[in-house]
Every structure is written in C-alpha cells, then in structure tokens.
C-alpha cells in the first residue's frame, strides 16, 4: 500500500493522480491519496482525494471540495 497526503490544485490534479493511479499497476498495490479539501491562502485544491486497487480501479474519490472521508474495505471475494 502507498499513501500520499497532498495538497494538488486544479491545474495538477489529473497528472498527479494518473501518476498515482499508475503506481497502482506497475507496483501491483493499493494507492490513497489524502488530498487538502478546502483552499489555503490563494492557493484553491482540487480536493478529490481517492482510492486505486492494485489493478488501477479506482475504488473511490471524494467530491472536489468540502469535507469527506475516503474509505474501502477489502472483503474476502477482493
């Protein structure tokens, strides 16, 4: 499993997370990306944060901003 805790705006958010998503496939690992929610100063995230599965699925995301918790559980049919 890796884990990121960022902060991507708008303009880097799909790069950053295609290069997460990807990670999922070439390491053969589940990927969550903590991303900040809210803007911080005058910089505005994306928000977004999001769960791949080791095949690159994306298992969940959250909305573009506000508060929201990004959860997945791994059952025993995967």
């Known amino acids: 499993m890796y884990a990121a805790s ?8 799909a790069k950053d ?11 053969g690992i589940v990927v969550i990306m903590a991303n900040y929610g809210t803007p911080m100063g005058e910089w505005s995230s ?11 699925s994306l298992i969940a995301c959250a909305p573009h901003s506000g508060s929201a918790l990004v959860v997945a559980e791994r059952s025993s049919n995967g």
């Open 6 to 13: 960022c902060f991507l705006t708008k303009s880097g958010y």
């Open 17 to 27: 997370a295609d290069l997460l998503e990807r990670y999922a496939t070439d390491y």
């Open 46 to 56: 994306a928000g977004r944060s999001a769960i791949w599965s080791s095949d690159d």
